[in-house]
């Protein structure tokens, strides 16, 4: 008599569920951890929302009539090694109408070191602007370094409204 074979199993694996990113307030604190070889943890905050970037009368002529929106991030670092904080690759700005929109490449005046190093054990500031859409408010926020910091989370994002 043979037995009968167990039940077998489907070979399609399950989904993984996905945590749902936090959805912080302007001046909330997240800390991003293990962000490899000795890296971390680093807490990040959005600290300020700059709704119209005050322009020099030099940045004026060459900008015109564009419209800037600057965020200013802080950290602190309390690991053991420099941290990175890569603002200009890691950051997205969401908007009232829908867009979204990606920080640009440069510094100005009021809102320098788009890309900063903290060091161990120490603090650092740093201000991320974008051109922003005429009439369009600034909604969230988004920091996407946790793309290795967190598993299952590839983000996090402050809501800025009424800010």
Known sequence: MTQPSPPRRSATPRPQRVRQA??????????????????GPVDVAV???ISRLP???A??????????VAIE?????????????SLVTDS???MSDDSVVDPVFFSFTHCQAPDLRVAARRGGRGCIAFMVPQGAKP???????LLLATPGRSYVKW???GR
């Open 55 to 57: 322009l020099s009368s």
């Open 59 to 68: 940045e004026q002529r060459f900008y015109g009539t564009n419209r800037f």
């Open 73 to 85: 991030l802080s950290f602190a670092n309390r690991g053991m090694k420099t941290f990175d904080a």
């Open 92 to 94: 997205r700005l969401f």
């Open 47 to 49: 600290t300020r929302v």
């Open 22 to 39: 936090p959805i912080l307030g302007v001046g909330e604190t997240h800390r991003l951890e293990a962000l490899g070889a000795g890296v």
């Open 139 to 145: 909604r969230t926020f988004q920091y996407n370094r």
């Open 159 to 161: 809501d800025l409204r």
